[in-house]
């Protein structure tokens, strides 16, 4: 459902971009099969064919500022793209915690959120169980744990540019984001496939917590499909 639906709830904030947040979050990187991919991984049509490398990401985040408060998300990157004649990112299922963050997050950067209750526990030093429920159905949960050294990370060496569909034109977003990072691991994996892409049949290839993130989601480029 587009957010311009007559029948669509207006949010309490209307946030054009750009955005600024800061948070915590951990992003998880797959090697995934093209043929696991197009059955579980709710690929949109722009999508479906122009996958160009089959490395994507699991991505949980606790933004503590927005320009629409703080809010939770969960977020499937199923690869690289080629849409628009660029190689691009694209997400292909999110959810997040706060209704103003979903209208928002789909008016400005066509980003197809859905809306959903988190569950953030912490068990010591770097560990955290985060669960994430439609109605009274768990559809994901993991177990993570931080260790090591941190380090500078930043996207001014690793660009990050996403794209989305929204209404016919695909709109180009290059988010900025600096923080401090260190090795994650996970276990206790668990989805359901009817929400979720079922990520608890594989094996991250690598796991990375980024504490005390400033982040800048600018305006996005919009051009033809």
Same mark, same amino acid.
């Given at each position: ?38 059955? @579980?991984?709710? *690929? ?6 122009? !996958?160009? *490398? ?10 503590? +500022? &927005? ?22 990112? &694209?997400?292909? %299922?999110?959810?997040?915690? &706060?209704?103003? /963050? ?18 953030? =526990?912490? #068990?010591?030093?770097?560990? =955290?169980?985060? +669960? ?8 994901? /949960? !993991? ?11 930043? +996207? +001014? ?7 989305? =569909? ?19 691991? /996970? ?6 496939? #009817? ?10 290839? *690598?796991?990375? /917590?980024? @504490?005390?993130?400033?982040? %800048?989601?600018?305006?996005? !480029?919009?051009?033809?499909?």
């Amino acid at each position: 459902m587009y957010i311009n639906d007559p029948f669509s709830p207006i949010p309490s904030l209307i946030a054009p971009a750009p955005w600024r947040l800061t948070g915590h979050g951990h992003i998880f990187l797959f090697w995934y099969r093209k043929e696991w991919l197009q059955e @579980h991984s709710f *690929l949109a049509p722009f999508q479906r064919n122009n !996958v160009k *490398l089959v490395l994507g990401g699991v991505i949980l985040v606790d933004y503590h +500022t &927005s320009d629409v408060g703080p809010y939770r998300e969960l977020m499937f990157i199923p690869g690289l793209f080629k849409l628009g004649g660029r190689y691009l990112f &694209s997400i292909s %299922k999110i959810y997040v915690s &706060s209704y103003d /963050s979903l209208w928002n997050g789909v008016e400005n950067w066509g980003i197809p959120k859905e809306l959903a209750d988190f569950s953030l =526990e912490t #068990a010591g030093k770097g560990q =955290e169980t985060w +669960t994430v429920n439609r109605g009274d159905k768990e559809i994901f /949960s !993991v177990r993570l744990k931080s260790k090591g050294w941190s380090l500078p990370i930043s +996207t +001014t060496l690793f660009p990050l540019r996403i794209g989305q =569909e929204l209404r016919g034109q695909l709109l180009i977003t290059e988010p900025n984001v600096s923080g401090t990072c260190q090795r994650t691991t /996970s276990d206790s994996w668990r989805t359901d496939p #009817a929400f979720f892409p079922p990520v608890n049949q594989l094996r991250p290839w *690598l796991g990375l /917590s980024i @504490h005390d993130f400033n982040m %800048k989601f600018p305006e996005p !480029v919009k051009t033809a499909i």
